[in-house]
């Protein structure tokens, strides 16, 4: 028995070594990477390409973190990235200014985060259904507010979309002689604040432990004197405006409207989260997990495409064996860590 | 009455629908007491400690603490009137650490200072002794130590009333002890501990006063030191046995000529299995991941029972024996012929059948009909590509219907609609339609009336009758000892007795159920 | 109240998509009768064919109607949903173009053998997400997660990653009509596959045992059911429906494209279950629901289309439409429904009984 606990070392949390498994794999790949296939690789500029990239799907699946660990999902979250996008910039070329957009933005993502909210927690209808119902929802606005694609005209926020962060002293020096300057956009600046946001949410907020502990055992919380269904009300509510946000930098990243944004970026950061060590049980996961579960995906991608497989049909099956791989061994660390216990 | 009255509960009643759970029931917990709980299934005790916690409204009464009457809605109002509940069942987030647990959902500030809340964790669990520490994830932890964890918790909560219910049943000898420890530390703090547990020798262990409830009636209230084991066990069961143990054997008589004699006919059964009849199920030191090794034996047409308190390991062994739990070692014979039951399937491919003791956890299918519940387990057997047809289904659902007199608005009922006891004839139907060879019942009678009581014991005899082995396990010794010739005692897990013949009476098997002395 | 339970009862869980359908046929006849004309028509091959709104729908929603039989059975065992049909689909179409393509000229035994390689190979992606669910014991939204992501592109290299055509009169006949008979030969394969569905539950008895492996697992293993083996079995019917669908998607226009064929029709087929009214939940349920469930989605459609809806801008009514149904059948909403009725009823009561002093 546990008697001589005192000053042992504790083994870590489940959600720490999903984290750190995904982490190390991460690193490893990325190492194998740079010394195989050098190249791109070797730039800093390749990290922050990625990041470039995938600023939005990083703000998404933050939000599906917290619905996820409170045992729940949201399968709205692309579609909702995409009528965003397709709402501001309309907006923006009818002569609105940024501010404004930016309230439509959240406002538009916290609209569909009440409604869910409402449905699944109040009402106790199945989360995917309600979800499923609003990307349905967000995709049919999308089309009937603009089947063409849009292109952000306005000056202001063309200034702001330009606002690249320099960061000389990671630059390379180009065949030319000139030194070519690390590229950062301002999205990837929102990208970790909300990350940044959520990881103290759900470290040190009273709100983010009663997402785990509702996502670990929702009776269990409801006797512990939490109010459960407020707090799932709250975790769509979140997911919600994280989408706004995403939506927001979505655009200033393409600025552009496209009915097909963001397509299949819900499953995307599904992926991420799981890969990340989110499980979609509910109670264990982490944000920073998730953001490594995005850098892997997007690094596997970009693997792929150096190795000269060029197909996108090559992208999506080693996104697919990666995540059957991650799937697997979760599963496997998890019963076998509780079959100890017994 | 005096200032050290905890909590009084008067003239407590509690209805629910076609049943009065409570019956005009007092309770009484004094300071720096521990008061045990006891009754057996149906007794109402868990009726009463949830009307205690607010899960249940009760329906007359009053409840006071220290002299003033208190109204509790919900679990959150007996928090606040200083009752707390440690459940069977851990109500804590084993994903979350210690420390969470102990101080979630009632952080004073929006904010979580882990550190102060795993030194706050640290500082209580060492002063009751705890060995377990904030940081680590309660997953991790043995039973043992979470449910201390959760008394930790109600102990920094300034409870004045602990509740336990069945605390220790998923816990060994050494991690009861230490439970003990922590309660008697907190008795001596003046906190009043309700002890709820089925197992007897805990309760003379810890307690100093004992409340006996059955059928929903309070039975009395006893200081430990003036109720024998034996005493106790014979007010849970209900046969006032007390100083009169010559005269029981007559009362046994009685009962034997009582109504339809059935008890005439188990004795002619009795008799005529002495004489000849070869064994048709037989088990060596068979163990499950539940069961402790045990032997048994049943011979064609014998009715045997495995008795002992809930949780002494009666229903645990027949698990074993149906496969139904993951066997993990032992020799079984059928007919003589060594064979392997590993699964359910196993051993109703042997002609063996197994009604479980949670009907609704184990037994039904609630959304299907009556119909499709009654041919489930012949189906099964038939195997995949035999379905029986509608036409022969509905033949069978109908005769098994009228035989047992099972009462459902139609066949095509769902089975989750009908009353517990015709539940239970349905589970029945459902095994008799496999026509076993050996018939487990576990717990067959419980929470149904008593004129399905009845019916089912009269069909036990007359299936041993016909040359089927029943083994039967009910909470009411005066079922058992009226249908079986055979009674195994089990209690802690251990067998520690068998009975047959003139042993076969009351008072016996309550001696040998409370153990030795007495 | 006994008697309420047993009317909610005899309408059974039938009556959500039945009120569902009934309620688009309404609104249909008020907004415009002739959307229920059917005509016979001449179409290119010559042959006279049966035409009109009410055609569109029927055909149109054939492989929706396969695929939610098969989900049915999933989501009752299971208590889950595979979102990789659509993937898996263009996974089974690939596999049926290939083979078509293989020999020089296509006949009645090149398509049965395309068919039956289909199949196969459906089945054996069926049995990985069925062992992952079954086995592993992972929910079967994230086990079908690994298919939907690579499914389409495993379609695409079966082919090479063309998007070869299938010029055939046969394959047109399967997609379109057969010589001869004027109903269009999806409709008939959908009769064909229900029909099967019937034969194999009259056969075997898997009705009863995927329904109490899906309501009471426990109790299930305690009759000696191996819910393992159902549960694997449940995604390989699945499969077989998979390539039944991908086969008609690929026959109606006669080539494979692996990103467009059946594309979202995972969201849909699960919708058609739930309409149905199955607990997404698994447990007891009815085939038959989820047909009726395809044809109200394709219903929903075909009447949008007539009211000049654009085919993109759809989705949004649809959602409105689900939310309502769903909203009507929680029993939240249920429970507070009736607690109003009784309440407005007992007002009632004391009213009268008021007047009557």
Redesign the interface.
Known sequence: MNNIVEKRREPLSDTKLLMTITISIFIVMYLLAMGLLGGGFLHPQQIFDMLNDNASLIIVSCGLTIVMIGGGIDISVGAVTSLVVMSCVLYLNNGGNIFVAVLLALGIGLAFGLVHGYLISYLEIQPFIVTLAGMFFARGMTTILSVNPQKVTHEGFAALRDIKIEISWLGYTAKNGNLVPARMELGVVIAFICVIAVFILLKYLRLGRCFYAMGGNQQSALMLGINVKRTRFISYVLSGCLSGISGFVFMMHTGAGNATNAAGMEMNAIAAAIIGGTLLTGGVGNVIGTFFGVMTLTTIKKIVVSSGLNDPWWQNITTGGMLCFFILLQSVVLSRRNGKKK | MNEDVLLTMRHIEKRFPGVLALNNVDFTLRKGEIHALMGENGAGKSTLIKILTGVYQMDGGEVTIEGQPVVIHS??DA?NSGISTV?QE????????VA??MF????D????R?KEYEKRADEILEKLGI???G???L????L??QQMVAIARAVDMKCKVLILDEPTSSLDD??VNMLFKLMRDLKAEGVGIIFVTHFLEQVYEVSDRITVLRNGELVGEYPVEELPQVQLVSKMLGENLIEELPEVQTETKMIGTDQDGVSAVGEMIREEIKKNSDVFYEAESLSSNQALPFDFKIRKGEVNGFTGLLGSGRSESVRAI?G?DKVTGGTVKIKGEQVKIN???D??KHGIG?L?EDRK????????SVR?NI???L??????????SRSESEAFADEYIKVLNIKT?SRET?VG?LSGGNQQKVILA?WLLTHPDYLILDEPTRGIDIGTKWEIQKLVLKLAEDGVSVTFISSEIEEMLRTCSRLIVMRDRHVVGELKGDDLNQAQVMKTIAGGEA | MDTKKKFNLSLGQLTIPIIAILILVVFNLIRDPSFFSIGITQNNDGNSVLSGNLITVINGASELAILAMGMTLVTAACGGQDISVGAAAAIAGSAFVKILKSGDSISVGTVILAFLFACVVAMIFGAFNGTLVAVFKIQPMIATLILYTCGRSIAYWINGGATPTVQSSIITAIGGFIPGIPVPTPVLIVVIVAIIFKLVFHFTSLEILTQSVGINGSAARLNGINSTFIKLLSFIVLGVCVAVAGCIGVSRLGLINHETLLIDIEMDTILAVAIGGNNLGGGKFKISGSIIGAYVIQMLTITLYAMKVSSTDVKAYKAIVIILLVVIGSPVVKAKFEKLMTKLRSGKAKETVKGAE
């Open positions: 679990p959150q928090q459940y851990i109500t804590l987030c084993p994903n979350l650490t969470e647990n979630i959902g009632r952080e500030s929006a904010w979580i882990q060995p377990t520490r940081v680590t994830q997953g991790r932890c043995s043992a130590i050494k991690e149906f139904a699964r359910p399937i051993a109703m197994y479980a956890r184990d037994g039904i299918i609630a959304d299907l499709e041919i489930l387990a189906q099964v057997m038939n195997g995949f590509f035999k379905p029986i608005a769902p609609s459902r």
